[in-house]
C-alpha cells in the first residue's frame, strides 16, 4: 500500500478543539510516556504545545528542547528566547536543553547533522510517543529530526506524532535573512545530484511566502528546474493572500521562471493534508508520463507558512524529494507586533504507528 493510501486516511486534527480534544483522550492514559521535542526560541508559540500537553500528561511527559544559536541575535531576541525557555522548562520538570549552532565557523550549514546526532543518543525505549513540535523550529532543523524519528520509529515501535501551531500571520512577521548558498536540507538530498540530472525532467515546486522571494531566487538559480508549479495558499485566512504574493512575485513568475497560470498550485492553508495529496497527484501522474523519457524528479522548497511545509514534508518522506532551502543567517522583525500576537490554531498529525499497524506501507 503506498503512502498516499495510507495518508489520504492519515488520523489528523485540524483545529485547536480537535487537537486540544485528542490530546485530553489519547494521552490521558496512564500508559502513555510521551517524549516532546520542541525549540524554545524566540518565537512567542514556544510554549503553546508544551502547555496543552503537561496539562494532560504531568510527570509522564519528557521534554528535549532546542535553542537554535545564529550569530549576532539582537537583544530582545535573545531575551525573547530566555524568556520562553524558562516557561517550558517550568512546565515539563523532566527536560533538556540544548543549544545547536547553525551554522560552523567556515559558515557551513551543520546544525542539522548536530542535532540529529545528539538525538540520536537519546534512549526512545521508556516512550510510547514521540512529538515534534514545529511551531518555533526553522524548517532547516526540523526536517532532518523528524526524517531521523520517522526511520527509528519503524523499528523502535514508538508512535510519532506532529503538532503546530498554525499561524500565519505570525509567520509573515519572521522575515528571513538568507545565508549565500542554498543546499538540500540534511536527510532530503533524494535521488538529486544537480552533476548528472540530465535524464529527469524536473519539476520545482516552491511555497512562495512573502520576504522569501530571495531565497527562492537563489534556489532557482542552483538548481536550474525544467518547470516550476508554484504553490499558493487558498483558501487562506486573508482572502488576498494568493494575490498579494503574485504580486510580490510578479517578476519571477513572469521572467525569470516562465511560469504558466495553469502551472499554480492551490493548497489549502489549514490542511497540511490537501497540500500532500496535491503533490502525490502530481508526482503519480509524472511518473506514468515520463517513465519512458528518463523519469521525473519534483523538488520540493518549503517556506514561511509551518502547515503548509507540514504537506510538503510527508510528500518528501513519502516519495523521496529532494528539499532545498537556504538556511536563515539571521532574521528581521518588528519584535513589538510580533509580542504582541497570538492568534492561532493548533494541528496535530499522526505520521506513523499503532493508527496504521498491520498497513504495510511502501514508501514509493
Known amino acids: 500500500m503506498s503512502a498516499f493510501d495510507v495518508w489520504s486516511r492519515c488520523v489528523s486534527h485540524l483545529s485547536t478543539e480537535e487537537a486540544e480534544q485528542f490530546t485530553s483522550d489519547f494521552f490521558s492514559s496512564d500508559l502513555r510516556q510521551a517524549l516532546l521535542i520542541a525549540g524554545a526560541g524566540f518565537d512567542p508559540r514556544s510554549a503553546t504545545v508544551a502547555r496543552l500537553l503537561s496539562r494532560v500528561m504531568g510527570k509522564r511527559l519528557h521534554g528535549y528542547f532546542i535553542r537554535e544559536e545564529r550569530r549576532n541575535p539582537p537583544p530582545r531576541l535573545i531575551n525573547m528566547a530566555n524568556a520562553n525557555e524558562d516557561r517550558v522548562r517550568s512546565l515539563i520538570h523532566d527536560h533538556t536543553v540544548v543549544h545547536v549552532r547553525v551554522f560552523a565557523d567556515d559558515d557551513a550549514v551543520t546544525g542539522a547533522r548536530?542535532?540529529?546526532?545528539?538525538?540520536?543518543?537519546?534512549?526512545?525505549?521508556?516512550?510510547?510517543?514521540?512529538?515534534?513540535?514545529?511551531?518555533?523550529?526553522?524548517?532547516?532543523?526540523?526536517?532532518?529530526?523528524?526524517?531521523?524519528?520517522?526511520?527509528?520509529?519503524?523499528?523502535?515501535?514508538?508512535?510519532?506524532?506532529?503538532?503546530?501551531?498554525?499561524?500565519?500571520?505570525?509567520?509573515?512577521?519572521?522575515?528571513?535573512?538568507?545565508?549565500?548558498?542554498?543546499?538540500?536540507?540534511?536527510?532530503?538530498?533524494?535521488?538529486?545530484?544537480?552533476?548528472?540530472?540530465?535524464?529527469?525532467?524536473?519539476?520545482?515546486?516552491?511555497?512562495?511566502?512573502?520576504?522569501?522571494?530571495?531565497?527562492?531566487?537563489?534556489?532557482?538559480?542552483?538548481?536550474?528546474?525544467?518547470?516550476?508549479?508554484?504553490?499558493?495558499?487558498?483558501?487562506?485566512?486573508?482572502?488576498?493572500?494568493?494575490?498579494?504574493?503574485?504580486?510580490?512575485?510578479?517578476?519571477?513568475?513572469?521572467?525569470?521562471?516562465?511560469?504558466?497560470?495553469?502551472?499554480?498550485?492551490?493548497?489549502?492553508?489549514?490542511?497540511?493534508?490537501?497540500l500532500f495529496r496535491t503533490i502525490s497527484r502530481l508526482h503519480s501522474t509524472r511518473m506514468s508520463i515520463f517513465a519512458s523519457l528518463g523519469g521525473s524528479m519534483m523538488v520540493l522548497s518549503p517556506s514561511g507558512d509551518k502547515a503548509l511545509a507540514m504537506g510538503s514534508l510527508m510528500a518528501a518522506l513519502a516519495y523521496d524529494c529532494p528539499v532545498w532551502y537556504v538556511e536563515a543567517s539571521g532574521y528581521e522583525i518588528d519584535i513589538d507586533q510580533l509580542a504582541a500576537h497570538h492568534e492561532s490554531e493548533l494541528m496535530h498529525i499522526w505520521l506513523f504507528g499503532e493508527a496504521y499497524s498491520g498497513t504495510e506501507l511502501s514508501w514509493s
Open 114 to 274: 548536530s542535532l540529529v546526532r545528539m538525538i540520536n543518543e537519546l534512549d526512545f525505549r521508556p516512550h510510547t510517543d514521540v512529538i515534534v513540535d514545529c511551531s518555533s523550529l526553522s524548517i532547516g532543523l526540523s526536517f532532518p529530526v523528524i526524517r531521523f524519528l520517522f526511520e527509528r520509529a519503524k523499528s523502535a515501535a514508538f508512535n510519532l506524532h506532529l503538532m503546530v501551531s498554525h499561524a500565519p500571520q505570525t509567520d509573515s512577521l519572521i522575515e528571513v535573512v538568507p545565508c549565500e548558498s542554498p543546499s538540500p536540507i540534511h536527510g532530503f538530498r533524494g535521488e538529486l545530484d544537480l552533476s548528472s540530472r540530465e535524464g529527469y525532467a524536473l519539476l520545482w515546486l516552491p511555497q512562495l511566502a512573502l520576504g522569501r522571494r530571495s531565497m527562492l531566487e537563489k534556489i532557482h538559480s542552483k538548481i536550474r528546474p525544467h518547470d516550476v508549479c508554484p504553490i499558493l495558499p487558498f483558501p487562506a485566512a486573508d482572502l488576498r493572500a494568493g494575490d498579494t504574493l503574485l504580486e510580490y512575485f510578479q517578476d519571477d513568475l513572469e521572467s525569470a521562471w516562465g511560469v504558466d497560470a495553469r502551472s499554480l498550485v492551490y493548497a489549502d492553508e489549514s490542511n497540511p493534508l490537501d
